[in-house]
């Protein structure tokens, strides 16, 4: 028995080894959106697309932030209102007239959505053909309802674009981290995403990896037209990390992906069921609804996470200090690497040391993200259901 848990432990400690040198540096929070110096002569025109369903409590905050962009450039914006029940297209109206920037506002009503299709990239795609049809823009800034951009924002995006020959770049905004659930969840939520796509991997052309943030992401309307458009991603539910995917893997596309600490979310996280049901809504997609990747997650997610602070206490009541001293040094390790991301949230230093109990909590978000899916219930979001 004593032969297992050291074992296992060690395996733990080797797996860390393994992470911290081996994964892209996927720890780290250096690849941020900088503010540039820009020499660009004649700045390209831009068009944002936000699909936005039920979303007027948070556009007077967010829209305005849009429509306040620094950008000199030619800058307009779309607004799909996703059959809200609300006062959603009324609300961003009012907001562009309160700026007196009414004429660079589109407001599109959305047709019935189609099979086939979900509703964020339905409303995507009709507001994405009808700025081609009229404006045809050089890139396309999409963005969601309840992110509030930095004045700054486009500016550098563009410049980023422009100056390393980018198809698409994108940022991972930062998130709501007030309520504990948030700072005890969320810095989690963005470190396991850098551990499966290293942002250093993605930014790489000579690597396959691709990923980007659906809350802000700036393309190339050449790129988009070059991969079919937004239909060919219209059932997915990880439709940031598809379309990354198809530009980077189509001809070569050059992609960015990075954090942003003054573009953020304002969506509301507060307690344990609002970000359980947000991580459960995509947990199994991303395991492609395997039940073999499902077990080989929760096993995975128990040896790294869960059998260091394990081995750690089980060793010291059994008087094994092999056992203690080893999982001890995988669980410092593994706080080691959650700290970067703990600071970057500015939450406190010992909330690097849960990260055991966190993960804990995601791998029953992930199982309860099947056994939704099982029962007809995967991919719940503004009342529809996504099977």
């Given at each position: 028995?004593?032969?297992?848990?050291l074992?296992?432990?060690?395996?733990?400690?080797?797996?860390?080894?393994?992470?911290?040198?081996?994964?892209?540096?996927?720890?780290?929070?250096?690849?941020?959106?900088e503010?540039?110096?820009?020499?660009?002569?004649?700045?390209?025109?831009?068009c944002?697309?936000?699909?936005?369903?039920?979303?007027?409590?948070?556009?007077?905050?967010?829209?305005?932030?849009?429509?306040?962009?620094?950008?000199?450039?030619?800058?307009?914006?779309?607004?799909?209102?996703?059959?809200?029940?609300?006062?959603?297209?009324?609300?961003?109206?009012?907001?562009?007239?309160?700026?007196?920037?009414?004429?660079?506002?589109?407001?599109?009503?959305?047709?019935?959505?189609?099979?086939?299709?979900?509703?964020?990239?339905?409303?995507?795609?009709?507001?994405?053909?009808?700025?081609?049809?009229?404006?045809?823009?050089?890139?396309?800034?999409?963005?969601?309802?309840?992110?509030?951009?930095?004045?700054?924002?486009?500016?550098?995006?563009?410049?980023?674009?422009?100056?390393?020959?980018?198809d698409?770049?994108?940022?991972?905004?930062?998130?709501?981290?007030?309520?504990?659930?948030?700072?005890?969840?969320?810095?989690?939520f963005?470190?396991?995403?850098?551990?499966?796509?290293?942002?250093?991997?993605?930014?790489?052309?000579?690597?396959?990896?691709?990923?980007?943030?659906?809350?802000?992401?700036?393309?190339?309307?050449?790129?988009?037209?070059?991969?079919?458009?937004?239909?060919?991603?219209?059932?997915?539910?990880?439709?940031?990390?598809?379309?990354?995917?198809?530009?980077?893997?189509?001809?070569?596309?050059?992609?960015?992906?990075?954090?942003?600490?003054?573009?953020?979310?304002?969506?509301?996280?507060?307690?344990?069921?609002?970000?359980?049901?947000?991580?459960?809504?995509?947990?199994?997609?991303?395991?492609?609804?395997?039940?073999?990747?499902?077990?080989?997650?929760?096993?995975?997610?128990?040896?790294?996470?869960?059998v260091?602070?394990?081995?750690?206490?089980?060793?010291?009541?059994?008087?094994?200090?092999?056992?203690?001293?080893?999982?001890?040094?995988?669980?410092?390790?593994?706080?080691?690497?959650y700290?970067?991301?703990?600071?970057?949230?500015?939450?406190?230093f010992?909330?690097?040391?849960?990260?055991?109990?966190v993960?804990?909590?995601?791998?029953?978000?992930?199982?309860?993200?099947?056994?939704?899916?099982?029962?007809?219930?995967?991919?719940?979001?503004?009342?529809?259901?996504?099977?």
């Amino acid at each position: 028995m004593a032969a297992i848990e050291l074992g296992l432990v060690l395996l733990s400690l080797v797996i860390w080894i393994g992470l911290l040198t081996l994964r892209g540096q996927f720890w780290r929070t250096d690849q941020q959106l900088e503010v540039v110096e820009t020499q660009i002569e004649k700045l390209p025109s831009v068009c944002a697309v936000i699909p936005a369903r039920n979303e007027a409590d948070l556009l007077p905050k967010t829209l305005r932030s849009l429509l306040c962009q620094d950008y000199p450039g030619w800058f307009n914006i779309f607004v799909v209102d996703d059959h809200s029940i609300d006062k959603t297209a009324e609300v961003a109206k009012q907001t562009a007239q309160s700026l007196n920037k009414d004429k660079l506002l589109h407001i599109i009503t959305a047709e019935p959505l189609p099979p086939g299709w979900s509703g964020k990239l339905w409303a995507m795609e009709q507001g994405v053909n009808k700025a081609i049809e009229i404006l045809e823009p050089d890139y396309f800034l999409l963005t969601d309802a309840d992110i509030e951009h930095d004045v700054a924002n486009l500016h550098q995006l563009v410049a980023k674009a422009e100056q390393e020959n980018l198809d698409l770049v994108s940022v991972m905004v930062r998130l709501r981290c007030e309520s504990f659930w948030e700072k005890f969840l969320i810095p989690a939520f963005v470190f396991f995403f850098q551990k499966l796509y290293p942002f250093r991997w993605v930014n790489d052309p000579n690597k396959s990896t691709a990923a980007a943030a659906g809350g802000c992401i700036l393309i190339r309307t050449a790129a988009l037209k070059r991969i079919g458009g937004i239909q060919v991603i219209r059932q997915a539910l990880i439709d940031d990390c598809a379309l990354a995917h198809a530009v980077k893997s189509s001809s070569n596309g050059c992609i960015w992906l990075g954090l942003s600490s003054a573009t953020h979310s304002l969506r509301p996280y507060p307690s344990l069921t609002t970000i359980w049901d947000m991580v459960a809504r995509t947990a199994f997609t991303q395991l492609n609804y395997s039940p073999l990747l499902l077990l080989g997650t929760v096993v995975g997610m128990t040896l790294i996470y869960m059998v260091p602070p394990l081995g750690l206490i089980l060793g010291g009541l059994m008087g094994n200090g092999l056992v203690a001293v080893t999982g001890l040094s995988a669980w410092l390790l593994m706080a080691l690497a959650y700290l970067p991301m703990i600071r970057f949230y500015k939450c406190s230093f010992w909330l690097a040391f849960c990260l055991p109990a966190v993960a804990f909590l995601y791998t029953l978000m992930t199982l309860d993200s099947a056994l939704r899916y099982w029962q007809g219930r995967g991919g719940a979001w503004k009342g529809r259901v996504y099977k």
